[in-house]
C-alpha cells in the first residue's frame, strides 16, 4: 500500500471541504460578489465540516474492523463502521467528549475535542444514525464521506459493497447507495496507478443505478468539452444530492488540470460546495497529484489525519495498527 496516495486522498478532501465551506450555502453571484471573479481561491480559516469529520471515522471504521477480524477471525466491516459513525455522533451532540461504554463510545478519534464542532451536519445522517433513515433520501451525506473505503488493497467490488451497504445506515434511496459505492470504487482504482477517466470507466461496470451512471457518464462527456467553466459545473446540478455531488467531483478533477484549479472550479458553484470540493479532492489525492503544501500545512485536523492515514496503512498491510487506539469494534 501507497502511504502517499492514502494521505493524499484524506488531506485532499479535507482541503477541498475547507475551501468550500464558507461558500456552501451562497448563489455563484454572492460568491464573486464577495470574493471577486474568480471567485473564492484560497482557504480562510482552514476549518473543515462534517464532510471530513465522517470521513476519519469511516477510517477509523475500517482499521477497527480489519483488527476485528485479525484477532477474532471474523469481522462484518459495515458494523463496524457503523459504530464509529455513532462515535461521530456523539461529537455532534455533545459539547465535549461524554462518558465511554464498551460497545462504540470509546477510542482516542472521539476523544479529540476538535471534532465536537458542529458545522451544519446532513440532517440525514444525523436522523439515520438515531435510527430513522428515510427510504427516499439521496442526499449527498453518503458520497462525502466514502473515498476511503477505496484505500485499501481489497478488490474495488469489495470496496463498492461496503460503502454501499455503510450509505444506508442514513439514507435510503438506490441512487445514494449507489453513488457512495461508485466513489469508494473509483478510489480504489485510482490507488492502483490508474487514470482517473479509466477508473470511472471501470467503476460504470459495478454500478447498477441508472441515476448513477448517466451522472458519471455526463461529467466524463463534459470533461472533454473544452475548457472547465462554472456554467458547466452547474449544468451538472447543484451537488445537494448524491449522484451530483460525485459527478461534479469528478468532472472537476478531470477538467481542473492542476491540484489548486481543480479545487478552486469545484468549490465556486451555486450548490453544496464542501462536498463537490471535498471529493474533487479525495480523488486526486489518491490519483497521486501533488498537493500544494502551504494548503496541506493550514487545514484543520493535519496531524489526526497524518495519525490515521498512517495507522490505516499499518494495520491494513502488516497488522500493525497500535491496538490501544483501536479497542473492541
Same mark, same amino acid.
Given at each position: 500500500?501507497n502511504?502517499?496516495?492514502?494521505?493524499g486522498?484524506?488531506?485532499?478532501?479535507?482541503? /477541498? @471541504? #475547507? $475551501?468550500?465551506?464558507?461558500v456552501?450555502?451562497?448563489?455563484?453571484?454572492r460568491?464573486t %460578489? =464577495?470574493?471577486g &471573479?474568480?471567485?473564492?481561491?484560497?482557504?480562510?480559516?482552514?476549518l473543515?465540516t462534517?464532510?471530513?469529520?465522517?470521513t476519519?471515522?469511516t477510517?477509523?471504521?475500517?482499521?477497527?474492523?480489519h483488527?476485528?477480524?485479525?484477532?477474532?477471525?471474523i469481522?462484518?466491516?459495515?458494523?463496524?463502521?457503523?459504530?464509529?459513525?455513532?462515535r461521530?455522533?456523539?461529537?455532534?451532540?455533545?459539547?465535549?467528549?461524554?462518558p /465511554? @461504554? #464498551? $460497545?462504540?463510545r470509546?477510542?482516542?478519534l472521539r476523544?479529540?475535542?476538535?471534532?465536537? %464542532? =458542529?458545522?451544519? &451536519?446532513?440532517?440525514?445522517?444525523?436522523s439515520?444514525?438515531?435510527?430513522?433513515?428515510?427510504?427516499?433520501?439521496?442526499g449527498?451525506g453518503?458520497?462525502?464521506r466514502?473515498?476511503?473505503?477505496?484505500l485499501?488493497?481489497?478488490?474495488a467490488?469489495?470496496?463498492?459493497?461496503?460503502?454501499?451497504?455503510?450509505?444506508?445506515?442514513?439514507?435510503?434511496?438506490?441512487?445514494?447507495?449507489?453513488?457512495a459505492?461508485?466513489?469508494a470504487?473509483?478510489v480504489?482504482?485510482?490507488?492502483?496507478?490508474?487514470?482517473?477517466?479509466?477508473?470511472?470507466?471501470?467503476?460504470?461496470?459495478l454500478?447498477?443505478?441508472?441515476?448513477t451512471?448517466?451522472a458519471l457518464?455526463?461529467?466524463?462527456?463534459?470533461?472533454h468539452t473544452?475548457?472547465?467553466?462554472a456554467?458547466?459545473?452547474?449544468s451538472?446540478?447543484?451537488?445537494?444530492v448524491a449522484?451530483?455531488?460525485?459527478?461534479?467531483?469528478?468532472y472537476?478533477?478531470?477538467?481542473?488540470?492542476?491540484?489548486?484549479?481543480?479545487?478552486?472550479l469545484?468549490?465556486?458553484?451555486?450548490?453544496?460546495?464542501?462536498?463537490?470540493?471535498a471529493?474533487?479532492?479525495?480523488?486526486l489525492?489518491?490519483?497521486?497529484?501533488?498537493?500544494?503544501a502551504?494548503?496541506?500545512e493550514r487545514?484543520?485536523?493535519?496531524?489526526?489525519?497524518d495519525?490515521l492515514?498512517?495507522?490505516?496503512?499499518?494495520?491494513?498491510?502488516?497488522?500493525?495498527a497500535p491496538?490501544?487506539?483501536?479497542?473492541g469494534?
Amino acid at each position: 500500500m501507497n502511504l502517499g496516495r492514502v494521505r493524499g486522498c484524506l488531506i485532499g478532501g479535507a482541503i /477541498g @471541504d #475547507a $475551501l468550500g465551506a464558507p461558500v456552501e450555502f451562497d448563489s455563484l453571484s454572492r460568491i464573486t %460578489a =464577495r470574493y471577486g &471573479p474568480a471567485g473564492i481561491t484560497d482557504l480562510t480559516d482552514g476549518l473543515i465540516t462534517d464532510d471530513t469529520q465522517m470521513t476519519l471515522f469511516t477510517v477509523e471504521g475500517l482499521i477497527r474492523g480489519h483488527v476485528r477480524g485479525r484477532e477474532r477471525g471474523i469481522s462484518h466491516v459495515p458494523s463496524v463502521v457503523r459504530h464509529a459513525y455513532l462515535r461521530w455522533l456523539d461529537t455532534q451532540e455533545h459539547p465535549a467528549p461524554p462518558p /465511554g @461504554d #464498551a $460497545l462504540h463510545r470509546t477510542g482516542w478519534l472521539r476523544e479529540q475535542t476538535w471534532l465536537y %464542532a =458542529r458545522r451544519a &451536519p446532513g440532517n440525514a445522517c444525523l436522523s439515520g444514525l438515531r435510527g430513522h433513515v428515510d427510504p427516499d433520501s439521496k442526499g449527498c451525506g453518503t458520497v462525502m464521506r466514502s473515498a476511503p473505503f477505496g484505500l485499501g488493497p481489497w478488490p474495488a467490488e469489495q470496496a463498492y459493497r461496503w460503502a454501499a451497504e455503510c450509505s444506508r445506515f442514513t439514507h435510503g434511496h438506490p441512487t445514494a447507495t449507489a453513488s457512495a459505492g461508485a466513489l469508494a470504487a473509483i478510489v480504489r482504482h485510482l490507488t492502483h496507478d490508474t487514470t482517473l477517466e479509466n477508473a470511472v470507466s471501470a467503476t460504470l461496470e459495478l454500478v447498477d443505478d441508472p441515476d448513477t451512471a448517466k451522472a458519471l457518464q455526463e461529467a466524463v462527456d463534459l470533461a472533454h468539452t473544452g475548457a472547465p467553466s462554472a456554467a458547466k459545473v452547474e449544468s451538472l446540478g447543484e451537488a445537494w444530492v448524491a449522484e451530483e455531488a460525485l459527478a461534479i467531483g469528478v468532472y472537476c478533477a478531470l477538467a481542473g488540470g492542476s491540484f489548486r484549479d481543480a479545487l478552486i472550479l469545484a468549490a465556486n458553484h451555486s450548490g453544496d460546495s464542501d462536498s463537490t470540493a471535498a471529493v474533487c479532492g479525495n480523488l486526486l489525492g489518491a490519483e497521486g497529484v501533488r498537493i500544494p503544501a502551504e494548503w496541506a500545512e493550514r487545514v484543520e485536523g493535519r496531524d489526526t489525519i497524518d495519525r490515521l492515514a498512517e495507522d490505516f496503512v499499518a494495520e491494513v498491510s502488516r497488522g500493525g495498527a497500535p491496538r490501544d487506539r483501536y479497542p473492541g469494534n
